[in-house]
């Protein structure tokens, strides 16, 4: 899951290596030579430094006295061979990141995150966090500088992420219910089958639900939800093909309230965003139902056009949520980052198969793993 944007981050990462390497070699240069190539002039054995050591060899120089040394400044009896030294110095050197230092990789990083299908304003300000994470952040060269780069996007991205959060079980604990939940977006995203996830979701958690309906518009729609409430053992409320969706979902509320139903889910026909007459018509649903949560469905595998959707959507009604689905289906990721930040409102659950199960409830940490490789799907 989200290879592609593993793979894209890894020239952000190679750029704040060279960057860091370069400027410790610029720093240190006299010092951070591989130690194996170096062969001890006599005088460094003997332990007397010469004039043009480095700061950091000076910094070894001057540090304490290994236990041991004798008060005549000879020799250590535990003194670091010619080697070891070198090597220790190299390790030990460190570099602060400048603001000119991150040009390159963070340039390198807003084209892995915009060729990952982040949206453009939502790249920006992770380069934002970034930046600020790594300005003046002291480096050790010798030690993994991919770390660096990859605490830093880390972090970025769980900011990002867990600005809009809103925790779905406890919405529903707490919400009056029956709790009024209705699912849209354009055609073919996987609403239906959504609907059919978070029943089941519900369910396993102990909720009675009722399904609605709302797709009176495309030919076996009805259909098709009725085979899931009948796989799920739930009621469907319906009416005939080309009736008013208003309506169904209204029966399907007033059915829940009188047999003391915990949650309604409601299906709606796909709509494009472009078109006015099925826009107004979603909006005559809410005014009519007046839904708790509207759920905005679109895929993950859209990228930029499930943002720019999300946007649209919200703009005519205004979402409390979105569900991602077909995440398995090679997303690069970018959506799932962008879509909450655009539409201010949280990502809930994505969809990772098409199976009842394949739902999983969104956490940041739990994308922002997948997304930086440390737990596999
Ligand atoms: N791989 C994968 N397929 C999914 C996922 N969610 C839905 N699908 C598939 O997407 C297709 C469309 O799903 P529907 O639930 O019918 O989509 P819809 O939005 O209700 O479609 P319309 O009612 O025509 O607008 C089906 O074949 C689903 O099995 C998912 O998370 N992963
Ligand atoms: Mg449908």
Redesign the pocket.
């Known amino acids: 899951m989200f290879n592609r944007f593993k793979e894209k981050l890894s020239g952000f990462k190679e750029a704040l290596s060279c960057k860091i390497q370069e400027k410790a070699g610029a720093k240190g240069n006299q010092v951070a030579q591989p130690a194996t190539a170096v062969e001890p002039p006599a005088a460094e054995v003997q332990g007397t430094p010469q004039q043009g050591t480095t700061a950091a060899a000076r910094d070894i120089s001057e540090a304490p006295k290994a236990q041991g040394a004798d008060k005549n400044n000879s020799r250590p009896k535990n003194r670091l061979s010619f080697l070891e030294k070198a090597k220790t110095l190299v390790f030990e050197q460190e570099v602060v990141l400048e603001e000119k230092d991150l040009d390159e990789p963070l340039w390198a990083l807003e084209m892995a995150l915009l060729e990952s299908d982040v949206a453009l304003p939502v790249a920006e300000e992770i380069v934002k966090e970034v930046k600020s994470g790594l300005l003046g952040a002291r480096k050790k060269i010798g030690a993994d500088t991919g770390e660096l780069a990859e605490g830093a996007l880390k972090d970025a991205l769980l900011n990002i992420l867990s600005r809009n959060h809103l925790d779905f079980d406890e919405y529903v604990r707490e919400k009056e219910k029956p709790v009024k939940i209705l699912f849209v977006?354009?055609?073919?995203?996987?609403?239906?089958?959504?609907?059919?996830?978070v029943a089941k979701y519900l369910m396993d958690r102990g909720y009675s639900v009722v399904l609605a309906a709302g797709?009176t518009f495309?030919a076996g729609?009805i259909e098709?939800l009725e085979v899931h409430g009948s796989r799920l053992g739930l009621k469907v409320v319906k009416h005939k093909t080309g009736g008013d969706p208003a309506a169904v979902i209204f029966d399907a509320i007033e059915y829940a309230k009188a047999h003391n139903k915990d949650v309604v889910l409601a299906?709606t026909?796909?709509r494009l965003h472009t078109n006015i007459n099925l826009m107004d018509q979603m909006k005559k649903i809410v005014r009519v139902t007046k839904p708790d949560l509207l759920i905005f469905?679109d895929?993950a595998i859209a990228g930029n056009d499930a943002v720019e959707r999300a946007r649209l959507f919200n703009e005519s009604v205004p979402i409390g949520g979105s569900i991602l689905?077909?995440?398995?289906?090679d997303a690069k990721g970018g959506s799932a980052i962008s879509v909450a930040y655009i539409t201010g409102k949280p990502v809930l659950f994505?969809?990772?198969?098409?199976t009842y199960p394949?739902?999983v409830k969104f956490e940041p940490q739990w994308l922002v793993d997948r997304l930086m490789g440390e737990a596999e799907a």
């Not at 977006?185 to 996830?197: D, E, Q």
């Not at 689905?325 to 289906?329: E, F, I, N, R, S």
């Not at 994505?350 to 098409?354: A, D, E, V, Y």
Request: proline letters at 0%.
């Open positions: 977006g354009v055609n073919g995203t996987g609403k239906t089958t959504s609907i059919a996830k797709d495309r729609a098709q299906d026909a796909g469905v895929e689905t077909k995440t398995d289906a994505l969809g990772i198969g098409q394949d739902l």
